[in-house]
């Protein structure tokens, strides 16, 4: 069975850090690639972070680029997320979630295997 488990979140003020982390179980890491999403109240989920565990590619969206960092540690079946400069729009419910091949793609609606998420709240 396909588990995504999260970890991590929590109320930080604005300018502070936290790691989130994404332990995966159930399938052969290395063939797949983590998205993380996130969700903040009466917006759509949306992607921001990937890395592919086959090749290590990695992407950030602009408005994370420089201040978040995807990593992962592949014998254990983890990828990190370290969040540095948070700012108040970036509270919101993170998920990451597994794709389907060794790549990973941008819309929601393709991924099946998600985790049950972990909040972020930057208070200012």
């Known amino acids: 069975e396909v588990q995504l488990v999260e970890s991590g979140g929590g109320l930080v003020q604005a300018g502070g850090s936290l790691r989130l982390s994404c332990t995966a179980s159930?399938?052969?890491?290395?063939?797949?690639?983590i998205t993380w999403f996130r969700q903040a109240p009466g917006k759509e989920r949306e992607d921001f972070s990937c890395?592919?565990?086959?090749?290590?590619?990695?992407h950030y969206a602009d408005f994370v680029r420089g201040r978040f960092t995807i990593s992962s540690n592949n014998a254990k079946n983890m990828v990190l997320l370290q969040m540095n400069s948070l700012k108040p729009e970036d509270t919101a419910r993170y998920y990451c979630?597994?794709?389907?091949?060794?790549?990973?793609?941008?819309?929601?609606?393709?991924?099946?295997?998600w985790g049950q998420g972990t909040q972020v709240t930057v208070s200012s």
């Open positions: 979630a597994r794709s389907q091949g060794p790549s990973a793609t941008k819309a929601a609606e393709t991924y099946v295997y």
């Open positions: 159930g399938f052969t890491f290395d063939d797949y690639a």
């Open positions: 890395i592919s565990m086959s090749d290590g590619k990695k």
